[in-house]
């Protein structure tokens, strides 16, 4: 086989060896999942088989069963009565396509294979490469087009889904996330009926604060977490999408995921190349939480920015201040925090704008100057503070945005998103605006932001970067009347391209990606954020909630988790400081509050609570999830395991959230142990009488079999139980 084989230092910067694959059937290989696809050249690409991994040898078994067999890039022409991934308009008008293999290539990255599938129209010069990554570290398969023509004129993208995949019909169930500000990310499972069923988003600038673009399919009835096969899907995209799935009087369940192509139809002229995002697919056969534990090692391992590095406990001034910044509390907090054993301080919104100061969240936004009045000394003076008292620094900034009563927008109210022709319409505190960030004056103006802070503050550690506004506004002053359709995507190009150029520079400093709360909790961005705010909610309780269903596609790493004060500022609710503390302990540990209003008693828990942190934060940021007793099943109770990889440790977390008379309380199990070792177990947090298997030694065969009575006392109580294997 003809091979072109760069020098193997260079492959070890992205650089790929590439040969020609002629055999018919192409193994798409994972550890354990393999999907078989059929590219025989002049005819149509098929996908035969997506399960566990199969080997060469089992092809042929493959087919004699019962094979797939379905186009693997559905396009509309030739029999276009059902629903299809690819939808365009010719130069001459001719809405239809004939594609067919020309050829297929394979490269090897350093830590995935990519397979390259070129489709051809038989008529138009019209091309589609459908490309499939296998990762060699995680169960995870990414699939996705680039699609280019050289027609005399431009060609309508109309429809252009990133990827396909049929399920066999039986008793099968869709899990996906829906919420809204405050009440994100809540799980629902339902059966898959006839009829189609979309997910889909129009917010425009924000994705996931409503649905979610990832969905968990479960092929052997009701979703259970550790047994069954279920395919996890999540689209890697920070814009409007859409998920299909059509079971219209068919054998088989038709999936796709892509762009939402809803008032986004795309020009794209000779020669240029649009690539769709990516759709990442995983098969498990141990349920739902086999699936969730691929995605997170698929995303500690790359989809997420660092994410193989802990993150550090924080403190963000939001909830102790607001936007009443000033030296003195800033230092205040910083000093009080670094004395409890905190790591970062973060000021939020609130120290900016000179014209026009941010005492209101009515003003400002687009004018980064410092408020002198608040802060004298400027920025800079708070980050040698927080020098000083021994923690890192960081800052709010909402770069995306402006309002009416801003500097910026006296100067450039073109850079707005906006119809030339229409009076804008206003989101928060009655003037927030969007600005156009398909207009490269505008990135360049975004990157300059950020440049601007670090040039200015060379050990600024940390950014929040948040966005509080959708797309209300449809029109753009910079693209042109034939190009207006491409808003919805280029304004995610766009963000793509700023954000490329910040890491490029900026590669150490640390993100977060909030919006509105949980509003980019996406795989569209998480390349170039370390974390994202999971809800702007921080009550304890229902936080459990919005928590379990994030952790069904994201790793604890990425999930910023803080305690606030009690009585809760979005709630009302008065919960223990050990159950927020427990709570917020599953993902990057934080707080949300002003600590000089803690008595002695409470600084002292969160002293030892820190610590112990500290001590445990391997195991939950870059160990494997097991959710065990879900909040969703109406028991009162929830319970969690983090398990080491190689499950030399483990931490367990449970929680009583409600409590009656002669309430029925569970033996609490636990998964993801060596059946074959002994654990000595160790509570944490703990503030009572030590238990009866305080510091004893149980096989990991009894926990998982048998686990143990936990006395749980009242409402909001909860357990966190280190088990160390000897």
Known sequence: MKKIVFLPALIGLGIMYVYPAHAKDLLINTPRTTLLLQAHEGHDLRVAYYGSRIEASDVAAVYAAGALNRSAYPAFGAGCQDETALSVRHADGNMTLDMAVQGSTVAEEA???????????????FTVDVCYRAYKNSDVIETWTVISHNEKKNVRLQQYASGFLPVRIGDVWISHLHGNWGAEAELTAEPLQPGLKVIKNTDGARNTQTDHPEIMISLDGRPEENRGRVIGAALCWSGNYKLRVDTRGKHLHYFFAG???????????????????????????????????AFHRWARNGKVHNG???RDILLNSWEGVYLNVNQENMEEMMRDFSALGGELFVMDDGWFGEKYRRVKDNSSLGDWMTDTVKLPQGVPALVKAAEKHGVKFGI????????????????????????????????????????????????????????HLMQENPSLYYIKWDCNMSIMNYGSHYLTADRQSHLYVDFHLGLRKVLERIRNKYPKLVMQACASGGGRATYGLMPYFEEFWVSDNTDALQRLFIQWGTSYFYPSCAMAQHVSASPNHQTGRRIPLKFRFDVAMTGRLGMEMQPKTMNDQEKEFTRQAIATYKEI?????????????????????????????????????????????????????????????????????????PAGFEGKTFSGKFLMENGLELYMGGEFASKVLRLQAE
């Open 617 to 689: 934060r391997p195991v939950i940021q870059q160990g494997d999830q097991y959710r065990i007793l879900s909040p969703y099943g109406n028991s009162g109770f929830c319970s969690e395991l983090y398990s080491a990889p190689d499950k030399s440790e483990a931490v367990f977390f449970a929680y009583k959230m409600e409590n009656f008379v002669n309430q029925f309380t569970p033996r609490f199990r636990m998964d993801g142990l060596d059946p074959a070792r002994n654990y000595r177990i160790t509570e944490l947090n703990r503030t009572g009488n």
């Open 259 to 293: 762009i939402n192509e809803e008032h986004s139809e795309y020009e794209l002229k000779p020669g240029q190349r649009f690539t769709t995002p990516e759709l990442a697919l995983t098969y498990s056969e141990e349920g739902l939480g086999g699936a969730s534990r």
């Open 111 to 125: 830590n995935a294979t990519l397979t390259t599938v070129t489709l051809k129209d038989r008529l138009y010069p």
């Open 308 to 310: 193989t590095a802990l």
């Open 396 to 451: 709010w900034i909402e770069p995306e945005m402006t309002n009416s009563k801003s500097e910026l927008y006296e100067k450039h109210p073109d850079w707005i998103v906006c119809p030339p022709q229409r009076n804008p319409i206003h989101g928060r505190g009655g003037s927030q605006l969007v600005l156009d960030v398909s207009n490269p004056k505008v990135q360049d103006f975004i990157f300059g932001v950020v440049d």
